[in-house]
């Protein structure tokens, strides 16, 4: 079958009640990175099985289309863990067009969904590196949950956050050795003047 046919099946087959019919379907979709199937691989997110939504997600951050942020982070807020882990990928696949909901996230009431967040703003990577992120970042420093404030730590090293020197000098101090220890690598990867005085400080003490 060639990539046409096989696409053109697919996306007949996304009408078909039977879950794993639609699911297969699903799959192939993403596996071709075929963009126009996104809106109705949305809608039977919506309605699906568990099973059959995190197959959409995983489609969807293949296909990496922004038009698909919203879905993504409502599965990022979703009880089944695999969905939520698959939908952290797939907002990193896309990227810039999610920052702003990830942004958002950090303020979530779930610690899972502050957790994801933060990791994944880190792993987008410079683009998403702007003021609403880093503060939003140094927010969740702060964090009661000692899982958030590593990966908030660690974000702004992968960031290269040289604005955020202060807070992660304050953070070496946190109660927790892994949040310390992130907070440390990152001032050593931002690696200015006043973080390398930091790194060394922190060293000897």
Do not use: C
Not at 39 to 44: C, G, R, T
Not at 50 to 62: C, E, M, Q, S
Not at 179 to 203: G, N, Q, Y
Request: net charge negative.
């Amino acid at each position: 079958m060639t990539q046409n046919n096989a696409i053109q099946q697919a996306m007949a087959s996304l009408t078909n009640m039977d879950d794993d019919i639609r699911a297969a379907a699903i799959e192939t979709l993403g596996e071709h990175e075929h963009a126009p199937a996104v809106p109705q691989i949305i809608e039977i997110y919506a309605e699906a099985d568990p099973g059959t939504r995190f197959i959409a997600v995983k489609a969807l951050g293949k296909i990496g289309d922004a038009q698909a942020v919203p879905t993504l982070l409502d599965a990022l807020r979703g009880d089944d863990m695999w969905t939520r882990a698959a939908a952290t990928g797939a907002l990193i696949s896309i990227g810039l067009p999610a920052v702003d909901g990830l942004v958002d996230a950090l303020r979530d009431e779930n610690k899972n969904v502050r957790r994801a967040a933060a990791k994944a703003l880190g792993k987008i990577g410079e683009d998403a590196e702007d003021e609403r992120v880093l503060r939003g970042l140094s927010a969740a420093l702060l964090d009661v949950d000692k899982g958030v404030r590593r990966f908030a730590a660690e974000a702004l090293g992968r960031l290269d956050a040289d604005t955020m020197v202060s807070e992660l000098k304050q953070t070496l101090a946190d109660k927790n050795h892994d949040v310390r220890l992130a907070a440390f690598r990152a001032l050593a990867k931002i690696d200015t003047p006043e973080a390398r005085t930091a790194v060394r400080s922190w060293l000897h003490e």
